[in-house]
């Protein structure tokens, strides 16, 4: 099959856009979509040459993050307004992390990138094989570090300076995201996942979180570990030996089956989901401004009075 734009031969078929891509037209395709999201969004408005914003990239080691840290890098290595580093949180998984770490630093150092590495141990005094081997609250394995993980990125990106924070989450993930939280019929979990990390920067309210972005969000899991493989870019592919999520597994199948039959689902469902958190967002605002208060036991911003992690962190050393 010949690409749809010229008269290379097509590596990949979108049916979704009913188009055959060569790998040229099909790495312009992918950088494009970055580039239009990070424009969408409104990611550098406000940076200048005088100021330049820190941007702190999420990089676990697998495809998603490091396709993310390789495109921004060469799309912003020469702007002034932007500076990079990237942040990798050690779960403290033995086997798993420890080559996921290797991947991450050779990524880095390749692209001459500032590299940190924050880890649970470290900051929390625990690591994840102990918080599995002990299960406390009896929970599973991705409970407590979703928790965990997310405090940690935030105060790490804290610590650099951090002005934005980006993921590297693929259409697939938040797709099945907000299908979760339609499914779980979650509305306040629903405006969360729109304020942290959806909604435009213009829209944000200012809160001390550091903004999250997810540059990466209209484009398929598939095409970026095909741009990836196309790229040679390295990556780790094993698995996390702790992860079970048997919902987001279904939901995942659910839309991959409706994505066959009807090309184009993942891209509505994320269409109409951003319109209507959207609106719930603007209509719990007040609610959401007075509930936020800081951590007794380690500042963090939380809707108790001790944060969840205080509260995981603890029952495991009480064992
Ligand atoms: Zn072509
Ligand atoms: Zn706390």
Redesign the pocket.
């Known amino acids: 099959m010949?690409?749809?734009?010229?008269?290379?031969d097509?590596i990949i078929f979108t049916p979704y856009s009913g188009s055959h891509?060569?790998?040229?037209?099909?790495i312009n395709s992918i950088e494009r979509r970055v580039r239009h999201r990070i424009r969408a969004d409104g990611l550098i408005m406000g940076s200048t040459e005088n100021s330049p914003s820190q941007w702190v990239i999420g990089v676990s080691g697998g495809k998603d993050s490091a396709v993310l840290t390789y495109i921004l890098h060469n799309m912003l290595d020469k702007d002034p307004r932007v500076q990079l580093t990237a942040l990798t949180i050690n779960e403290g998984i033995s086997g798993y992390r420890d080559e996921s770490l290797e991947v991450s630093k050779k990524l880095t150092k390749s692209l001459g990138i500032r590299h940190e590495i924050f880890s649970y141990i470290d900051e929390f005094g625990i690591d994840m094989d102990e918080v599995v081997e002990k299960n406390p609250l009896n929970l599973n394995a991705c409970s407590y570090c979703g928790v965990f993980r997310r405090n940690l990125l935030d105060t790490g990106a804290n610590k650099l300076n951090a002005d934005k924070l980006l993921t590297g989450h693929n259409l697939d993930d938040e797709s099945q995201t907000a299908l979760m939280n339609f499914l779980s019929g979650d509305v306040s979990r629903i405006t969360k996942h729109f304020d942290a990390s959806l909604a435009p920067f213009s829209q944000r309210i200012t809160t001390e979180f550091i903004p999250r972005s997810k540059p990466l969000r209209d484009i398929p899991e598939k095409e970026i570990a095909l741009y990836a493989y196309v790229m040679d870019i390295p990556f780790y592919a094993g698995e996390c030996p702790y992860a079970v999520n048997s919902f987001r597994g279904e939901v995942r199948k659910l839309i991959l089956g409706l994505e066959d039959n009807h090309p184009g689902t993942r891209h509505s469902i994320m269409a109409g989901y951003e319109e209507f958190a959207a609106i719930a967002s603007s209509h719990h605002q007040s609610h959401k401004e007075s509930s936020r208060q800081h951590c007794i036991k380690c500042g963090s911003l939380t809707t108790q009075k001790i944060c969840q992690k205080c509260v995981f962190v603890a029952a495991v050393k009480s064992v």
Request: glycine residues 0%.
């Open positions: 010949k690409c749809t734009k010229c008269d290379q097509a891509l060569c790998s040229t037209h099909f």
